[in-house]
């Protein structure tokens, strides 16, 4: 048996994507300790991996704010650091670990791999490239002055960080946003990810790992009937957008069509208003189930909720909020499995209008289903686990005793 060291961020869209990888390495024998936030404790504990957890920085501000653009985004994943090393540090007086698998975007973790002497694995759950895409693409210019003042405070944190933590390698800006791993498995299809031809060997795409997560939804889905059924999220981290909310619903009342809004748990339900028979609306509800049987999705466009909606053929209509999720909404369009609109300028006629296009054209879910059919072939956690089997033998990796070995000191 190998320890395996997993550390991923405090986000749904990174966590939820390795549950298959960790049950398949637990089944195989391996002992997986796990480091995220709180939140996801009982989920990783239901499947048998160790459960350590860390403070949830990402609540510390408003993600509208710290993730604007990609010199934010930047300087929030770095400050994690003060969180993250310390965790690691204590967890290796504790366990040997082996190799380390991690989150390309958070989680240390190629200083964690400097600092134990092993190999590492990376999950890439967005686009690789995405840090260039981003910057080749985004849609709010910052200003030179606010660029300059972030640049400044990236020199003051990292020189701060990497003299604290005794770190070997130079610390980059697109390293910390992208922790490149010896093997980098991608939850994506060659054919969804832009620029795929330009990417080497150590990149292997296993398309979505969707598994069981045990959810329960608060409220029965209506009867369906012979209605199209439309599935509206925001995601869990960029939710907090009570106007769109109220638009949809405007929008959406004149439509023969049923809809499910999922309005996350920062929304008072009571606040929206009168809310029109054909619209449910509520905290949560099961994801992957929905999407089974939804004609279409609007979305923020997170990259593990368009993965889903593509694998289930359903067509997008994508409202970018921050981060990557721009660049998902350009591919999304690019390939004709949906649309996608602008956040700032929307309007409830706008809205009304894209949705019906997307309802009565039948190209978009052709393209959709086109997409989800590479997603599918890729092979999913099977493939994934084909890769890291290959990689243990190239790297040697064996058996040893768990506990009570010298990690860091």
């Keep these: ?6 550390l991923n961020g ?6 939820y994507p390795t549950l298959g990888i960790v049950e398949e390495l637990i089944a195989e024998g391996e002992h997986v300790v796990y480091v995220s936030s709180e939140e996801y404790r009982e989920q990783l504990e239901r499947i048998g991996a160790t459960f350590v957890a860390y403070e949830n920085f990402l609540r510390r501000e408003d993600p509208f704010l710290s993730n604007q653009n990609y010199l ?9 650091y003060d969180i993250l090393l310390p965790c690691i540090r204590d967890l290796a007086r504790q366990y040997r670990f082996d190799y ?10 190629t200083v964690a791999a400097d600092w134990l002497g092993i190999p590492n694995i990376a999950t890439c759950t967005s686009f690789i490239l995405a840090e260039r895409l981003l910057a080749d693409n985004s849609r709010e210019q910052t200003r030179l002055q606010e660029n300059l003042l972030l640049m400044k405070e990236f020199s003051r944190l990292s020189k701060r960080i990497w003299t604290a933590y005794s770190i070997d390698r130079k610390i980059e800006i697109n390293r910390i946003f992208f922790n490149e791993g010896q093997l980098n498995l991608v939850f994506t299809s060659e054919y969804f990810q832009p620029q795929s031809e330009t990417l080497a060997a150590h990149y292997r795409f296993v398309g979505p790992i969707l598994s069981e997560r045990h959810e329960r939804s608060l409220l029965p889905l209506k ?8 599935y509206i999220s925001m995601g869990t981290m960029f939710n907090n957008v009570h106007a769109f909310f109220r638009m949809c619903l405007e929008a959406l009342a004149s439509l023969d069509i049923l809809a499910v809004l999922s309005v996350g748990h920062r929304i008072d339900i009571k606040a929206l208003g009168s809310i029109p028979d054909n619209i449910t609306v509520i905290p949560f509800i099961p994801q992957l189930q929905i999407l089974r ?14 993965n889903e909606a593509l694998y289930n053929g359903v067509p997008l ?43 009565r054209d039948e190209s978009y879910r052709i393209n959709s289903a086109r997409i989800g059919t590479t ?22 990796i064996g058996q040893h005793p768990v506990d009570g070995d010298e990690g860091i000191g």
């Design 293 to 306: 049987e939804a004609d279409l999705f609007i979305t923020h466009g997170g990259m593990n909720s368009v």
């Design 1 to 6: 048996m190998s320890t395996v060291l997993f």
């Design 72 to 80: 934010s985004l930047v300087l929030t994943i770095l400050s994690s």
């Design 375 to 396: 997603l599918r072939e890729a092979g999913g956690q099977k493939k994934a686990m084909e890769h890291i089997r290959e990689f243990k033998r190239a790297h040697g």
């Design 317 to 359: 209509l994508v409202i970018p909020m921050a981060a990557d999720q721009p660049i998902v909404a350009d591919r999304v369009a690019a390939l004709g499995a949906g649309k996608q609109l602008n956040k700032e300028t929307l309007t409830a006629e706008e809205l009304r209008e894209a949705v019906t296009e997307l309802l």
């Design 100 to 109: 380390v698998i991690h989150d390309s975007m958070y989680g240390c973790g």
């Design 223 to 230: 009867q369906r009937e012979k209605r199209q059924l439309i």
């Design 10 to 15: 405090p986000a749904s869209g990174h966590v």
